[in-house]
């Protein structure tokens, strides 16, 4: 097992409307490919989940970048204030700079939590070939207590292979609602549920077990 290093990132060149922002973590033994990680509406890219998974993919040979999005290097707190535009231009940002890095040669993968997964899939679904696949945690599928405003309208324009990992006390969609909304998405599809857990799905009971369930999970889903 790869011993990842961990560095700060950023790119942010004068005029720059996307800066990018956040920590390189740079395994010791590296399989080429990449992941790009967010964070959700009311966090950072310090969430204890994005750190965890980070380390994790990265002890097994990936790259990952773990990133802030344009909205919290706005500010420190506080969810987004219609920037999804904005915050979808900084993720293509962020996957370009991965693969660029020099010992990126492989495939690069997008990662996002709730509102960073969301913005992600926004962005694949209208630039298919900006990523390999996706990683969406706790996809945000309705607001808590209102499922009749699903956010599934780009569903069937996505043409990237995505893997969903989504908590069985999730107020924001159920594991039924969540099987059912995978359906309008044409590529391959998988369900990562996670029992007990919630939107943040890392809790004191799984936190030693998720990240590597999560990481297994998706090398298989992606043949890594």
Known sequence: MSVPQVQPFEDAPPGAATPVKGYLHVPENRSGDALVLTHGAGSNCNAPLLVALANAF???GLMVL??????????PHGPPRDEAERDQLGLRRAVELLRAQPQVHGRVFLGGHSYGGRQGTMLAASEPALADGLLLLSYPLHPPRSPQQLRTAHFPQL???????HGTRDGFGTIKEMKAALKLIPPRTQLLAIESAGHELITPRNRATLPQAITAAFTNFVDI
């Open 58 to 60: 990265c002890a097994i």
């Open 159 to 165: 043409r990237t292979p995505a893997l969903f990992v």
């Open 66 to 75: 773990r990133c802030d999005l344009p909205f919290r290097q706005l500010r």
